[in-house]
């Protein structure tokens, strides 16, 4: 066992996202597993190779989910269940670094960057479904390269930095000259097709129209936002809350859209909770919604109003269409959602989020159903959001696909907007329950691979991570500079989508390839074996 080709490989493959040290992605794509595979080629018990496998990618994903194992507001608990997680990814490696043996023919090369492929994929199915540190991510850390997930996607990806590491490996090993350049020629593929891709964008990609936009970054820290009796201190009024980010809107910038983030507010969207009187200073009184339900009641000889009215009120004021995330309930349940107003509208549209994460949004269902509730009740979580139905579609100057938080890391369901004509992304997100770590960065990686994926721009607002404009090559159209109050990002973006061949087949194409690469795989080892 070669220990300096193990721990190399370590370092490359675990600090080998965009989001740690720019370049070693790229080489973490090239050789970074292969190295790891090369340094366990001498052990010669399957169980121990299997053994060192685990332990060696669970290593590689504790230092990629660190951001995790956050006590601040998760306390101690999310500590043992990030480590369970980054053992039981480690368990998909150990199994598939079993099968990795030289000489290897190329038909089980390509078999087992499938089965790696199909065991990413396998992880969507694991509680709300963990999205969180693909093998492709890799790839994404030049812009050329990232142009290939408009093909595959980001599972494709992963299948192609398998495929690169056993090919050159595969080459390695043999000291072949013809499987090195057919190494090499896997490896320089995405960057080739990304650089055509682009400059056939930048040249033939339609402008559908120009929007101006707002997006605004509250920066309020958990126990700000909403009241914690442990910390009643901290608490900022709602609408002293309100009061800061219409601070951060003067009304002299023009805008066609404004987002605000996840959860915008506290108390909903249509809990009456501001006296008439202390809203009026806020807003010219002609742009002022009708004081009739659900935006305001009568109570107690004065009108009292809600979130959504103000919101209404911020669309009104500056003829521009206002997207924000607001806690909301009717008959039905109770959601994390995001509302659409449209300028001097009636009724604002609702998208409820269909993936909740588990303990903080929803109770886990099943035999740990009383443990997960016990845990969720020591920071305060008594009950559970309900899951939305659909993914919908708010149609402003063009048709916008919504997403909240997590949602955005997640292929299928941000293809399916675009399959339902959206032009542009919009995500509403707050990753401020994980201060000072990596989960901002990764986040926003996640989202530049949709963008990708799919063709189109993605627009940004978070309570505290990275609020921008991505276009839909992946470039940034413009980022907000770190600050520790509220701000607001202005500016302006043609808004130009084409179609990718990922929207088409999405997940399907890289899951039925790699099916059937098992498939030939086995088929021409049975032929092998027969006399």
């Excluded at 709602?238 to 915008?264: R, S, V």
């Excluded at 809990?271 to 009641?297: C, G, K, N, T, W």
């Excluded at 659409?340 to 549209?349: E, L, N, R």
């Excluded at 990686?445 to 978070?462: F, K, M, Q, T």
Aim: charged content about 15%; overall charge positive; some cysteine.
């Amino acid at each position: 066992m070669n220990y300096f080709w193990i721990a190399l490989g370590f370092l490359l493959t675990a600090f080998g996202q965009p989001a740690w040290i720019s370049g070693f992605g790229s080489l973490a794509a090239l050789f970074g597993y292969a190295l790891f595979w090369k340094g366990m080629l001498s052990l010669t018990r399957l169980r121990t190779r299997f053994i060192l496998a685990v332990f060696w990618f669970a290593a590689v994903q504790g230092v990629q989910l660190s951001w995790l194992a956050t006590p601040d507001y998760m306390g101690p608990f999310i500590i043992p269940f990030t480590l369970f997680l980054a053992l039981g990814l480690g368990v998909q490696f150990g199994i598939l670094s079993r099968f990795v043996s030289f000489p290897m023919s190329w038909s089980r090369l390509f078999a087992l960057a499938g089965v790696w492929a199909i065991f990413e994929y396998s992880r969507l199915f694991f509680l709300c479904g963990y999205t969180w540190n693909p093998a492709g991510l890799a790839l994404t850390d030049t812009l050329y390269s990232l142009q290939f997930a408009s093909v595959w996607g980001i599972f494709g990806l992963s299948f192609w930095v398998i495929l690169v590491n056993l090919a050159l490996l595969k080459a390695w090993t043999e000291t072949s000259k013809k499987q090195a350049a057919l190494g090499v020629s896997l490896a320089l593929l995405p960057y080739l097709y990304g650089f055509a891709q682009i400059a056939w964008v930048d040249s033939w990609a339609p402008v559908s129209h120009t929007l101006k936009v707002a997006l605004v970054q509250t920066n309020w820290a958990p126990e700000e936002k909403d009241f914690d009796p442990k910390m009643p201190g901290a608490h900022v009024p709602p609408l002293h809350q309100w009061k800061e980010i219409l601070t951060a809107l003067p009304m002299e910038q023009e805008c066609d859209l404004i987002i605000l983030p996840e959860a915008a507010f506290p108390l909903g969207a249509f809990s009456a909770s501001y006296e008439l009187a202390s809203v009026m200073p806020l807003f010219d009184p002609e742009v002022m919604p009708p004081l009739v339900r659900p935006f305001a009641i009568f109570h107690r000889d004065s009108w009292r109003l809600c979130n959504a009215f103000l919101a209404q009120a911020l669309a009104n004021q500056f003829h521009a269409h206002v997207i924000l995330g607001l806690d909301d309930r009717d008959r039905e349940g109770k959601y994390n959602a995001a509302f659409h107003f449209i300028p001097f509208g009636a009724m604002p549209k609702r998208y409820e989020k269909q993936i909740l994460a588990p303990i903080g949004e929803y109770i886990p269902l099943g035999q740990w159903r009383k443990w997960a509730q016990w845990i969720g009740e020591q920071y305060g979580i008594y009950s559970s959001f309900h899951p939305g139905k659909e993914g919908k579609i708010f149609h402003a100057q063009v048709p916008i696909g919504i997403s909240i938080c997590l949602e955005e890391t997640f292929p299928d369901l941000m293809r399916q907007l675009r399959v339902k004509g959206a032009e542009l992304f919009v995500s509403v997100s707050n990753d401020a329950f994980f201060p000072r770590t990596k989960l901002a960065r990764q986040h926003f990686d996640h989202g530049r691979v949709r963008a990708v994926e799919n063709g189109i721009p993605l627009l940004r607002s978070c309570n505290s991570g990275i609020t921008c404009g991505i276009d839909g090559c992946g470039r940034p159209l413009s980022i907000l500079s770190a600050s520790k109050n509220t701000k607001t990002l202005f500016f302006s973006f043609p808004v130009r989508s084409y179609k990718t061949l990922y929207t088409f087949w999405g997940d399907a194409g890289i899951l039925s390839s790699s099916f059937a690469l098992i498939a030939i795989n086995l088929l021409l080892s049975r032929k092998k074996k027969l006399p």
